[in-house]
C-alpha cells in the first residue's frame, strides 16, 4: 500500500471513534498528509422531515418524538459542531493536521465526489452506531469499486486481539502491503496473523494462517478464530472485492482495511 497523502474520514451522523483515528499514523508510514474530516447532512432525512405526522423512534433514549423539519435543522447543526469539536480534538491528540467540510446532500454521492481526489477513505462506524439511522454496508459498493484504499472502522475499535492479513506474495504491492499490516500491528501491540493458501515466513510475533481458498465463509470463519481486530486485504488475483468486501463489512465485528494499487 502506498502511503496516503489526502486521507478522507466520513463523519455523516456517526460517533468519531477516537481511538481510530489513530491508525492515520501507521496507516501513512507517519509521512506527510492531509486529513479531511467531511460531514454530511443527510438530505434523505431533511425530506423525510417534510412528511406530516412523521415520528422517530429513539433506540438509546427509548421513545418516540416527532421529526420535524426545523427541530431537525438545529439538530444536525448542533451534532456537526459536536463532531467537528471531537474530530478535532482526536486530532491533535495524535499530532494530526487536519481540516472539516459540511456537506448537504446524500451521504454515499458526496462520498464518491469526495473521494476522487483521496487516497485514503476512513468510514467510521459503519454499521453499529447510527441507530435507527443503521448503515448497510453494501450502500458503499460503488466506492469499492472506484476506490483502491478503503477503511471501515466497527465499534468498539479496541475490541479484538489480533490484525489478520490476507496476504498474496505475487501481487506487485505484496511487500508495501505487508509493512502497513506489521505497523498497524506493531502500533496496536497485538499478534499479526498472515493468512493466504501458500504464505511467507513470519517474523517473531507473527504466525502463519493457512486458508483452503478465499471464499466469504472460510475469511469469516478465520477472523472469528483469530478474534480479529482489524482485517486487511491486499490485492488478489480473481477476487472481486466489490462484492466481498461489503458482505465482509456487513457481517464481520472487526473493522476491515481494503487496500490497492
Known amino acids: 500500500m502506498t502511503p496516503p497523502k489526502r486521507i478522507l474520514c466520513l463523519l455523516d451522523y456517526g460517533t468519531v471513534d477516537t481511538d481510530a483515528l489513530g491508525l492515520i499514523g501507521p496507516t501513512t508510514g507517519e509521512s506527510d498528509h492531509e486529513l479531511v474530516g467531511l460531514y454530511v447532512e443527510d438530505e434523505d432525512l431533511r425530506r423525510a422531515a417534510l412528511l406530516p405526522g412523521l415520528t422517530e423512534v429513539r433506540v438509546r433514549n427509548p421513545?418516540?418524538?416527532?421529526?420535524?423539519?426545523?427541530?431537525?435543522?438545529?439538530?444536525?447543526?448542533?451534532?456537526?459542531?459536536?463532531?467537528?469539536?471531537?474530530?478535532?480534538?482526536?486530532?491533535?491528540?495524535?499530532?494530526?493536521?487536519?481540516?472539516?467540510?459540511?456537506?448537504?446532500?446524500?451521504?454515499?454521492?458526496?462520498?464518491?465526489?469526495?473521494?476522487?481526489?483521496?487516497?485514503?477513505?476512513?468510514?467510521?462506524?459503519?454499521?453499529?452506531?447510527?441507530?435507527?439511522?443503521?448503515?448497510?454496508?453494501?450502500?458503499?459498493?460503488?466506492?469499492?469499486?472506484d476506490h483502491s484504499n478503503v477503511l471501515f472502522v466497527n465499534e468498539p475499535w479496541s475490541s479484538g486481539h489480533s490484525i489478520v492479513l490476507l496476504y498474496n506474495g505475487e501481487d506487485p504491492t505484496a511487500a508495501e502491503t505487508l509493512a502497513t499490516a506489521r505497523r498497524l500491528a506493531e502500533t496496536e501491540t497485538l499478534p499479526l496473523i498472515i493468512a493466504s493458501p501458500s504464505g511467507t515466513s513470519p517474523r517473531e510475533g507473527e504466525r502463519k494462517a493457512l486458508l483452503p481458498n478465499w471464499s466469504e465463509e472460510a475469511i469469516i470463519a478465520l477472523c472469528e478464530r483469530e478474534d480479529a481486530r482489524l482485517l486487511v486485504l491486499s490485492e488478489i488475483p480473481g477476487i472481486d472485492w466489490r462484492d466481498l468486501v461489503p458482505a465482509l463489512a456487513q457481517r464481520l465485528s472487526c473493522s476491515l482495511l481494503k487496500v490497492g494499487a
Request: proline share 2%.
Open 63 to 145: 421513545g418516540m418524538i416527532a421529526l420535524e423539519q426545523a427541530g431537525l435543522a438545529e439538530a444536525l447543526k448542533s451534532q456537526a459542531q459536536r463532531v467537528r469539536d471531537a474530530f478535532e480534538h482526536t486530532a491533535r491528540r495524535f499530532n494530526l493536521a487536519c481540516s472539516f467540510q459540511v456537506v448537504r446532500g446524500r451521504t454515499v454521492e458526496v462520498l464518491l465526489e469526495a473521494a476522487v481526489t483521496s487516497d485514503l477513505v476512513m468510514i467510521t462506524r459503519p454499521l453499529r452506531s447510527a441507530g435507527i439511522r443503521t448503515r448497510d454496508a453494501h450502500q458503499f459498493a460503488p466506492l469499492l469499486r
